[in-house]
Structures are given as C-alpha cells and as structure tokens.
C-alpha cells in the first residue's frame, strides 16, 4: 500500500542527546513536510522540501536539521539545542507542493527523559 | 502575514445536532483553504478544500464555503455522528508557496 511511514512511533531523549525522526513515503511524491504539534497550538511547520538536495525552514525550524537526499525520505533531527522537544512529529508530503492536499504520517511522540 | 483562526473547543453536541466550526483566515492573495479531520493518536486526513472565491467543499456530509468578503471557511455539517468526534483544523496555502498554514484546532465531541 502506498503511504507515509513514520518511525518510530514513540521516543524518548535524554538531556544533550540527538534523535532523529524517520520519514518515508513511496507515493512517489516531490513535497515533505515536518510539522510540530502540541496541545492547544496546532500544527507548527519546522522544514520544508519541494524537491531532493532542496529545503527550507518553516516557522520553528531552531534546533533541528534535515537533509532530502533521496526522493522518498526527509528525515528530522532534534538537536540538543531544541530545549523543549517534548511533541507529537508529523511528517507530510504532496505531490507537487501547491494547492495539494497534503497526505499525513501517523505521528511520533517525542518526549524527554 | 498569514494566519488561521478557527473557534476554541471542545464543542459538544447531541447525536444528529447541527454543527459548524468558524473558521477565519488572513492572508495576501486568494489562498487556497482546506479542512483536516484527526482522530486520537493518528496523522490528519484532509476533509475538503476549496481553491477559489465562492467554491464550496464537500464530503462525508461536511461543507465549507470559501467567502472572500468575510476571509470566512466555515467547517458545517446537518447532522453530527458519534463517529465524528474528532479535532478538525482548518488550513491555508497562501498562493504558490507550499507553505501550509493551520489554525489551532477544534476538538468535537458528538454525544450518543
């Protein structure tokens, strides 16, 4: 079946640590997403990518990384210069990235130890 | 800038009440609007969209009409189901920006 997979779906960071978020879609789709959601403040865009080798920030893009070096995968890293990194991750994708709907992974709890 | 305003929740409402869910919008240009539903412990799922100035959106019963006047979404629905509980989010694409905007959300609560 063709959709977005997120991994994994819980994780836990100790205090200074990286973690990196997994994204995978096999829709065959140029767009990727990552959005931040916590309780009472919907979703908040954290990077963007249109096209492989290619992206951009979003909103609260401070404190973590990603690369697009396949079509298919963005991966998210938190950093340890993120000091709230406590939310729920959801990566997005669409197929050219304008006036799409966006198609949504299930989501990774991320809390801090 | 760009910006969603949707109404603060929990809305709840007796099964087969009348819903509807405001949702105002700031933005340069005509935006595309959209409408997610998310149900607990999920990814959204993207309920109905409209791209231009008096399109309506529909499905599984919803509608919205995008108002250009009053920058207005509004999220209805004639007769809610149990199974619709759910937050909805109303979202903007300001136009040719891949950047997707979202409001903060309204949790439903439908009663049996």
């Known amino acids: 079946d063709g959709g977005i997979t997120q991994s994994p779906k819980y994780l836990f960071r100790k205090e200074g640590q990286n973690v990196t978020l997994s994204c995978e879609q096999n829709?065959?789709?140029?767009?990727m997403y990552w959005y931040r959601q916590d309780p009472g403040q919907g979703l908040r865009l954290i990077y963007y990518?249109?096209?492989?080798?290619?992206?951009q920030k979003g909103d609260i893009a401070e404190g973590y990384s990603v690369s697009r070096e396949k079509k298919e995968s963005f991966p998210l890293t938190v950093t340890s210069a993120q000091k709230n990194p406590t939310a729920f991750y959801l990566c997005?994708?669409?197929?050219?990235?304008?006036?799409?709907?966006?198609?949504f992974g299930s989501g990774t709890q991320l809390s801090v130890l | 800038g760009n910006s969603v305003t949707q109404m603060e929740g929990p809305v709840t409402l007796s099964e087969e009440a009348f819903l509807t869910i405001n949702c105002t919008y700031t933005?340069?240009?005509?935006?595309?609007l959209f409408w997610y539903v998310q149900y607990p412990g999920e990814g959204l799922q993207l309920l109905l969209k409209?791209?231009?100035?008096?399109d309506k959106g529909s499905n599984k019963g919803f509608e919205a009409t995008y108002r250009k006047e009053t920058t207005s979404f509004h999220l209805e629905k004639g007769s809610v189901q149990v199974s619709d509980s759910a937050v909805y989010f109303c979202?903007?694409?300001?136009?040719?920006?891949?950047?997707?905007?979202f409001g903060t959300g309204t949790r439903l609560k439908v009663l049996a």
């Open positions: 997005a994708s669409t197929p050219r990235g304008t006036n799409e709907k966006l198609f």
């Open positions: 829709l065959n789709h140029d767009a």
């Open positions: 990518s249109q096209i492989v080798n290619d992206f």
């Open positions: 933005a340069t240009g005509y935006p595309s």
């Open positions: 409209a791209t231009k100035a008096d």
């Open positions: 979202a903007l694409e300001p136009p040719g920006t891949y950047k997707y905007i």
